[in-house]
């Protein structure tokens, strides 16, 4: 299983668009890029997952370069409610075994 | 995901004594997992099963077991409840994701959250 290596918190503001990092140097030609979004004493929620290139949907945008050694999560035009926890997981098409790190603690400011 | 319900969200116990956490999901879902959460920690895997007869340790599963009683519902157990156990347990469920179409989405319970004194 691939190591994932991200900030372990960051700050913003509202209406800013925010970019997490994720690193993934030994990632797996069959792993995909899994985002998951956890808030205070709740479960994570999938928020987006990606291969390579670009993939956004109505929560996110995920960046995944050619080279697929890091990826950036990008959440645009941030909120209050978007203070959480933000997982990024190198899972493979096997996909049961999923490693949860710290995260990313994400703090939106007014 | 209100798919994914546990029994009991809080639980206070004593040390020595046998505990149960239940988890039920209504998506139809083969696999099933339970994890555990520390204070500022990511989550650790500590059993998972793929049908009603598969059960397979994670990387925390020691002091912990685990029944699978229906497709539906699975069931953590502390045998001998200890206070390092201390701590946040969710369950989850996923399904195989498809061919070419990227790994499974896991979808989580809110969580119980155990003391144990």
């Known amino acids: 299983l691939a190591k994932t290596t991200q900030p372990i918190s960051m700050d913003s503001y509202e209406g800013q668009e925010v970019n997490i990092t994720c690193s993934h140097n030994n990632i797996a030609t069959n792993d995909y890029i899994t985002w998951y979004q956890q808030f205070p004493s709740q479960g994570p929620r999938f928020i987006i997952q990606?291969?390579?290139t670009k993939v956004t949907n109505e929560v996110a945008s995920l960046f995944i370069p050619a080279d697929r050694k890091s990826s950036t999560l990008s959440l645009p035009r941030v909120s209050l409610s978007d203070t959480a926890v933000y997982y990024c997981?190198?899972?493979?098409?096997?996909?049961?075994?999923?490693?949860f790190g710290a995260g990313t603690r994400l703090f939106v400011k007014a | 995901d209100a798919d994914v319900t546990q029994t009991p969200r809080n639980r206070i116990t004593k040390t020595g004594k046998r505990i149960m956490l239940e988890c039920s999901q209504t998506k139809g879902h083969d696999r099933m997992y339970w994890y555990r959460q520390d204070p500022g920690l990511g989550l650790r895997l500590i059993y998972y099963?793929?049908?009603?007869?598969?059960?397979n340790k994670g990387e925390i599963s020691d002091g912990y077991s685990v029944s699978r009683q229906a497709q539906a519902k699975f069931s953590l157990s502390l045998e001998s409840a200890i206070p390092n156990q201390t701590a946040l347990y969710f369950c989850?469920?996923?399904?195989?994701?498809?061919?070419?179409?990227?790994?499974?989405?896991?979808?989580f319970g809110p969580g119980t959250r155990l003391t144990v004194l």
């Open positions: 990606g291969y390579k």
């Open positions: 099963s793929f049908d009603v007869k598969d059960i």
């Open positions: 997981l190198a899972r493979n098409t096997g996909g049961f075994k999923t490693i």
């Open positions: 989850a469920t996923s399904e195989p994701g498809l061919a070419g179409g990227g790994t499974d989405t896991q979808y």
